[in-house]
């Protein structure tokens, strides 16, 4: 197993000159039903705010109003909206899928749509959309272009490994079955990649807090859009999440997810000027 | 009577490492009808701000979105949705309700439901539905697990005593009947309870303004979802709602109730490390 | 004519610590069609910043949602809803009606009411009502409670002078047969009063901007709300607004009418204790 | 080819002491559909920051409440008010058009009734408005009070030059017969006029974000409101921008548009007294 250093940030480099927003990928967000707009809406303030270059949002009606009166930047569609759904996800390069998604039927068919229509697009997957995966027991088309993003619950669904018999062999073999990348988040995260284990040992307990794994999630997202697409982007966001999070606890009690993506235009600035 | 001193924030410690979101309670807020719903926003960002690791807020749809454009990280469910409802109160640890709650129909069904449904759940009472339990003369299942937060006018309503008749034996004689605890609120909150009566000497009139009640009681509610469920998070919370709102009045002539719970993480913080 | 100093100020006085929310003043601000919606917000929020107790706000529908994403320290009620709005109204201390009323028939019904029920309430009457009143000759039922707002061509309107021959000769003669308190905007705002004309020698071009007048208006009622009934409170709201303008305005070229509400607190702190 | 310095900033002078909000323009601001509603709010706090004195945004009625929670300082109206549109457009001093319009039938009818109904107005003619000229071959009714904002695909369909074959004696051909004026946005931003070609030296790679274009459009337009409608106020605002954007960046790896406008009063100050 290896251990996370300040070294995988060194992906985040100076921008290009002679670029656009094209140049910094389009994403697209899947998720927050009626009762979970936030997530959504957390996902997407990381995303838009680790450099993503256009960000679109398909989500449940009622989510509409606040995600655009906190984030102008992104670009909204409404989940039942299946035509402008396929025309938007055509030109993803990075598709995040299940912050908030739900388990209602709109939500196994948007999850449905997505994994039938992969292509080009890496996928992370998170919270409601793993644990439908689990249960429907739904293959993936493209795995190495995959990101699982499960807490310890949602692993246990997909993995089939009881809570309490997690361990590094086991969940290392069910990675190698299942060939996608899995970010098992806890408090002390782990990362099980076909090159190896990697592990975070960044992060603090002011940070456990609702929202806090949908902004990882979105990181995640932002960063496959921008910087290569494979492991060392990953990492990246893994470590920068927790190390914002250190930073900010130093004077936090609880950590607010929105304040660390908040944080991240200059964090990313630091490192990338270090 | 005793005071209330500094000393009572020492519940306030450094959280254990291995912990995640679930460790601090989930938490179920009840209130804002059509006109009020300002207050149970309110609450929200206090009892999300407090450290409480998962708050769900039921509510009347018009707060839905200005909720969520101020507060991504709770959870919203219409206060129509019955099914809903009963499974989200099912698993909560604590459960607020009162603030701007209303007097009508649908308010006094929910405040019902819960009454009905209370198990495990501490119960914090405010507002409307204070006045609701005092003009329906309802019996309380769970006194020991209950706080009730009124102000004077509340307080006469539910004890019978009328405000200038108000002193601490007459209080005290109502709260040994009643069992429950009182958060008294004035300009020097007073707390009733079996161990005793505790007054609180901090506070300023600064904050004399609405909203204040509701940030205490979502304060209240995010101390008992994480430390523990006794009188000595209802004095931290009590204290420390007050001290921040003096530290706040040394440069404001009106103290925001907003501004008390966006102070919260850094006051704790300090707190925590004293 | 008499020029307003930092001595009108004095009125901004510690609070008594013996106070709640009930003692800084019932307000009920009404304004805000589906057009000019921010206008009453503006007002609004300079209203509970100046620490009126309680504020209620009357408005369209559409205003609803987010008036209450910035601002949850108020009520709201929508502006067809007759029954509340009487109850609401019938507590009130102050009224301020106009900002961004429009001229609708919704609009005069609401005048018409608050003209026919106006008790102990105190009025301040500004922007699309005045020109109702103007138009249809509306009489004022206690006018020596009344506060008139007008801009220039408001003023004409009420006054029937035109704006190239409005002087103060004339403007008073006006006041002395309306008998209200006029406060006429300008680069150099004037106050006509029975006791005398008062000019307001602050203010900067900076605040030349679409809301400024919206918050004035909403200064005034909160003053009007926790400060002496009289023209005291008129001269203080006026000067300060401007003081505070000219604060801002040392850092910006055009200075927005909400960063003058979200100084208030601050500079009355300031004064309050000089 | 003129490079732009920070001497086209001379402009931006100190207000003229005795002036009101309407002697800064009245502007209207139209786009926003429902899914790229987020545009029109870029442009608008851009536009009302930068000083214009009465600012309308005509957009689909989805984007009120997000648009009001940000920026009270505006009007709205729905764009399919017909006869509030007819009637606010008439009192316009400058029209931007586009952003976030799309392509819909609703978005070519807003766009045909500015183009016929344009007097003394100037435009601003930005995103899909210019996809819309450009494919309905539509003819301006008053080029040399139009201004394009072309990104490098938005030129190519209106000029019909290939973005491959793009070059300064190309543009300038088509900007001769057009009339119109083109700032045509790339990590360079260029600007064709009748009285030469400009460029903008400054920007960094930290703005290729999604919505640094509806910002630059907006403060345009603001800019026009306020200052000489000419070529001078088009060079500021473009060098102001880039400027912003580039103390900015000096601290963040992305700069979000929204924080440009939220710079722009004191940067416009800065230089005013400069």
Redesign the interface.
């Known amino acids: 197993m290896k251990q996370l250093t300040e070294k995988c940030l060194e992906i985040?480099q100076?921008?290009?000159?002679?670029?656009?927003?094209g140049?910094?990928g389009r994403v697209v967000l899947i998720g927050g039903n009626?009762?979970?707009?936030?997530?959504i809406?957390?996902s997407a303030?990381a995303c838009?705010?680790?450099?993503?270059?256009?960000?679109t949002v398909i989500t449940h009606s009622?989510?509409?109003?606040?995600?655009?009166?906190?984030?102008?930047?992104?670009?909204?569609?409404?989940w039942q909206d299946e035509d402008?759904i396929a025309d938007v996800f055509a030109t993803a390069d990075v598709c995040l899928i299940g912050p908030g998604l739900g388990l209602e039927k709109r939500s196994k068919e948007l999850l449905a749509f997505v994994l039938q229509k992969q292509d080009k697009q890496w996928f992370v997957i998170d919270g409601s959309a793993i644990t439908l995966i689990s249960e429907d027991n739904l293959s993936l088309p493209k795995p190495k272009q995959t990101v699982f993003t499960p807490?310890q619950m949602e692993w246990q669904r997909l993995s089939h490994i009881p809570i309490s018999e997690q361990n590094q062999q086991l969940n290392q073999y069910v990675q190698q079955k299942l060939q996608a990348t899995i970010v098992l988040k806890?408090?002390r995260t782990e990362i099980y990649h076909h090159t190896g284990i990697y592990q975070n040992l960044l992060g603090?307990?002011?940070m456990?807090?609702?929202?806090?794994g949908d902004t990882l999630a979105g990181m995640i997202t932002g960063f496959l859009a921008q910087f290569p697409k494979d492991i060392t982007s990953i990492h990246a966001a893994v470590y920068l999440h927790s190390y914002i999070g250190d930073q900010l606890?130093?004077?936090?009690?609880?950590?607010?997810?929105?304040e660390i993506s908040a944080a991240?235009?200059?964090w990313?600035?630091y490192f990338?000027n270090a």
């Open positions: 985040i100076p921008r290009p000159k002679n670029s656009h927003k140049t910094f009626a009762q979970y707009g936030g997530a809406m957390m303030e838009v705010r680790s450099g993503a270059g256009l960000v009622k989510n509409h109003a606040p995600l655009h009166a906190r984030l102008p930047e992104v670009m909204v569609v409404d402008l807490h806890s408090h603090n307990p002011g456990a807090t609702g929202g806090t606890a130093k004077e936090r009690y609880v950590v607010l997810p929105t991240l235009p200059f990313m600035n990338a």
